[in-house]
């Protein structure tokens, strides 16, 4: 499940990712998508994510970058389309040739497609790529098989933490320059925020719409467990551990013992994204893609929120998006969609300007999401976050602990067959969520077994 997926905002993946129909949008003047030549020679590119026209900077910017890369490389004529990839019509438009030579992916897909054969190996034409070494080599894992070869590119990517509402910090008499940074504060905070009345919740979690498994899934990762581990090639359930438990006891007591959580239960994003807008929400877990989800729709003021690392921080679920390349392409084309990939995404210089070109429209600068996306490393990340600083239009001061810490934590992408094992967890949260004397254990258990049937282990 994304975030950044700032485009699905963390609902399910298997729906949120059929967006819009891959309808061909063309700008060209080649006028047609066959063949591996446009009519003057150049090397004709299909390329899929190009914004709809109702989102009318987004498009008009994606449509400069086309034209400034035609100019830049005369040899390749980029025919881009709206939408991403659909699950639902992938295979059927492979098939028909009628997928377009560089698609885009969640990393949540990457791993299927490069089994089955559905993406080209672009290993020999990233080996002298600009800036290959400067992004993080975890993400350029994702696309790989276990050989290391590559079969794709990521181009943004988020993490969660704590979002956290400083002004009820202030409040409570919290310092929100000084976040928690442990689950037994997170705990504690949360008690002191839910004890200034008027319907306040100190901490609220999802548990509905496969929500729930996803944020179990957040909070165990963040004390160093796992939802399945892989042994010889198959994988197993693996939430059943002292990890698990205590993500379940915390939320338990923090909804019984401590009544910090509110007793309104069963809620998905927008429920809480609506709390945290109208200043009755303490903490929850999310990427930073919420914030502007609750600044736009929910009435918030950047201002008022902070985003920190995960508590307890061992690691931290990451996901994000990335294209690969049609298994049917030829070399000529692979190479110019990797010249087109690093060109579009993988550029700094083009990172700062979408900043200032984000500055200028009026649109939020400052976050840690796209338009400058987190995947860099070492001295290119430095100079982004310091363009991010000279150019933001909001406080970017209140993500300093969340940025602070994101090198020195592990990121650890969705398990398999997330959207399945989430909708068993779900259950699991909402037991613990909506019944005081739910048997942790039992459910741990009982979503064991469940789980094991949808990998198939013995």
């Keep these: 499940m994304s975030s950044t997926r700032s485009r699905c905002l963390a609902i399910v993946c298997a729906t949120a990712v059929s967006l819009t129909a891959l309808a061909a949008c063309g700008t060209s003047s080649s006028g047609t998508d066959d063949g591996d030549r446009a009519p003057d020679g150049r090397v004709r590119l299909t390329v899929n994510g190009r914004p709809p026209t109702t989102q009318v900077f987004e498009r008009k910017l994606f449509d400069q970058h086309v034209q ?58 990233v080996k002298d790529m600009p800036h290959r070494g400067d992004v993080q080599d975890e993400l350029m894992k994702v696309f790989q098989d276990e050989q290391g070869r590559q079969y794709g590119l990521p181009t943004a990517n988020y993490s969660m933490g704590l979002l956290y509402h400083r002004v009820l910090f202030e409040k409570a008499g919290l310092d929100p320059d000084k976040p928690p940074r442990t689950w037994a504060d997170v705990r504690a905070a949360a008690r002191r925020i839910a004890k200034l009345g008027g319907n306040t919740a100190g901490y609220a979690d999802f548990s509905k719409n496969n929500q729930g498994g996803w ?28 990890a698990g438990r205590a993500t379940l006891q915390d939320l338990h007591d923090m909804r019984w013992k401590d009544d910090s959580m509110g007793s309104k239960q069963l809620l998905q994003a927008e429920d809480v994204q609506r709390m945290m807008g109208s200043g009755t929400l303490g903490m929850y877990i999310a990427a930073a893609d919420n914030i502007t989800v609750i600044a736009k729709q929910f009435g918030g003021a950047y201002r008022d929120y902070g985003l920190a690392p995960v508590p307890d ?8 998006e990335g294209y690969m390349v049609n298994p049917r392409a030829s070399r000529e084309k692979i190479k110019a969609a990797v010249t087109w990939l690093q060109w579009k995404f993988l550029d700094p210089d083009l990172v700062e300007q979408s900043i200032r070109d984000n500055l200028a429209a009026k649109l939020p600068v400052g976050l840690p999401m796209p338009p400058t996306p987190d995947i860099w490393k070492g001295a290119v990340r430095d100079r982004v976050e310091q363009a991010k600083r000279k150019y933001a239009n909001i406080p970017v001061g209140n993500y300093r602990t969340y940025m602070d810490a994101a090198p020195r934590v592990p990121g650890v992408i969705e398990p398999p067959e997330a959207q399945r094992v989430y909708s068993v967890l779900d259950n699991v949260m909402q037991a613990v969520l909506t019944d005081r004397d739910a048997d942790i254990d039992a459910l741990l258990a009982t979503a064991e077994k469940k789980a094991d049937q949808i990998y198939g282990a013995s």
């Design 215 to 242: 944020h179990f899934t957040a909070e165990l990762y963040s004390r160093g467990g796992r939802v399945a581990t892989e042994r010889n090639g198959r994988w197993k359930a693996a939430f059943n551990s002292a």
């Design 68 to 125: 400034q890369f035609e100019k830049a490389h005369p040899g390749i004529d980029i025919v881009p389309h709206e939408g991403f990839m659909d699950p639902k019509t992938f295979n059927a438009k492979l098939a028909g040739g009628k997928l377009e030579d560089v698609f885009y992916v969640y990393f949540t897909d990457t791993r299927g497609l490069i089994d089955r054969h559905q993406a080209a190996d672009i290993t020999d034409h």
């Design 313 to 320: 921080a061992r690691s931290t679920l990451i996901g994000g």
